[in-house]
Every structure is written in C-alpha cells, then in structure tokens.
C-alpha cells in the first residue's frame, strides 16, 4: 500500500515561481528522499534527507522534514519550464538498511513559459 | 553517478505470450535489485526484490508465477511476464542500490499487451 501522500496532485505556476509540494507518510522511517520523472521516463533522485535532519538544500531544491508531524515538503525555487515533471517522495521500510521504497502518488508539475 | 539500463525500452506483445524484460547494472555490482510498477499516472509499486543467487521476495498480491525473477549475476536481473494479459500492461522500472542509501532507477519499459 502507498504510504506517502503528495498534496497537491497537480500544480500549475509561472516560470520564476517557486513551486511548493507536500508529502505525508504514516510510520517511522529511516529517511525520505524526493525524486523527479518526467513523462514516460525513469526516476531521477533528487534529494534525501534523514530523520534527524530537519531542512537540507540542494540547488534550487529546499526540503524540510517534520517527523513529528510525519510530513515533508519540496521546494523548487525559481522555477523553470524544465522542471517540468512529475516528483515522488519515497520513504523506507522501516528497519536498518532497507532499501526497499514506499512511493506517494505524486505531484504532477507544469511550469509555463 | 552509477548507470542502471533496461531492456526493453518499450515492448508490444500478444495475450497469452511471455515477455522478459532485462534489468542491468552497467558500472556496478548489486546483489539486490528492485522491480517497480507503475500503470498510468499513478506511483510506482513495489513488486518484488531480486536476489543474486537466491529467490526473489514478492511483495503481497504479487503473483511469483506470472512475474518470475531471476537475478542470473551481481549485474543482471531479469523480470519475465508470462502468458501476458492486458491488464498486464504497464511501466516497469527496476532499481538498484549502491552505497548506504542511494539507489539509481532504470529508464523503464513500456508493456502493451494487446
């Protein structure tokens, strides 16, 4: 079962814009890591950011964890038309080395010109 | 950063016929891979866990005989769907990890089952 949800399931914004996406989990984990596919493609990793981690940054890539809320968010500042895709967060099973991953449903991102 | 290929990139085949699908790590060696799921804009699902020189582990609903998996070296997995239905089609992706917690998704491979 999907234990990661995206809100919102789709975001439309202005080129230069930043672009907000949340994700909220249900247990424990390990870590949490954000990926990116565009359509029709494999995924991407973007980001990750552990559970004593609060907020990590990577370019124009912010993200912020909350484990007390089971919550993470993703911000893309400064968008651009080639940020264009779909972003996942991913969570691991709980347990010591796991690499299996739990998908959300995603955030479906469309940057206009 | 590590390199994971599939093949397919994209397959159409008959009801009732199987159909492999490779899965390969290019500059690395992975014992585990991951093979994932994903039907039209919807998330990817856990399928099942390859295992270089052991049995694959299937994730709950999964069925071990249609979806068989064999991880044949440290660098090749290979997912085979057999007598493919249409509800069979799909995007596959595999995974594989390297180092603590990175993990490199391959390109995927589009299955219509017609």
């Known amino acids: 079962s999907q234990q990661g949800e995206e809100d919102p399931q789709a975001l439309s914004i202005q080129e230069g814009e930043n672009a907000t996406m949340n994700c909220s989990y249900k247990t424990s984990i390990n870590n949490l890591q954000w990926y990116r596919q565009n359509s029709g493609r494999g995924l991407v990793h973007l980001i990750l950011i552990r559970s004593n981690e609060r907020e990590k940054h990577s370019g124009r890539l912010r993200v912020t964890l909350d484990t007390s809320k089971k919550s993470s968010s993703l911000l893309i500042t400064a968008s651009r038309a080639a940020d264009t895709a779909s972003y996942f967060c991913?969570?691991?099973?709980?347990?010591?080395?796991?690499?299996?991953?739990?998908f959300g449903k995603g955030t479906k991102l469309s940057v206009i010109p | 950063g590590a390199v994971v290929s599939q093949h397919p990139s994209w397959v159409i085949c008959k009801s009732g016929t199987s159909v492999k699908i490779e899965c390969r790590s290019l500059?690395?060696?992975?014992?585990?891979m991951f093979w994932y799921r994903q039907f039209p804009k919807q998330s990817l699902m856990l399928m099942a866990t390859?295992?270089?020189?052991?049995?694959?582990?299937?994730e709950q609903g999964v069925e071990k005989d249609k979806f068989l998996i064999n991880h044949a070296s440290l660098t090749l997995s290979t997912l085979t769907v057999t007598s493919a239905h249409p509800e069979d089609s799909s995007f596959y992706i595999c995974s594989a990890p390297q180092g603590r917690y990175e993990q490199y998704f391959g390109p995927g491979t589009r299955l219509t089952v017609t």
């Open positions: 991913a969570t691991d099973r709980s347990g010591a080395g796991s690499y299996q991953l739990t």
């Open positions: 390859s295992n270089e020189g052991s049995k694959a582990t299937y």
């Open positions: 500059d690395f060696q992975a014992t585990t």
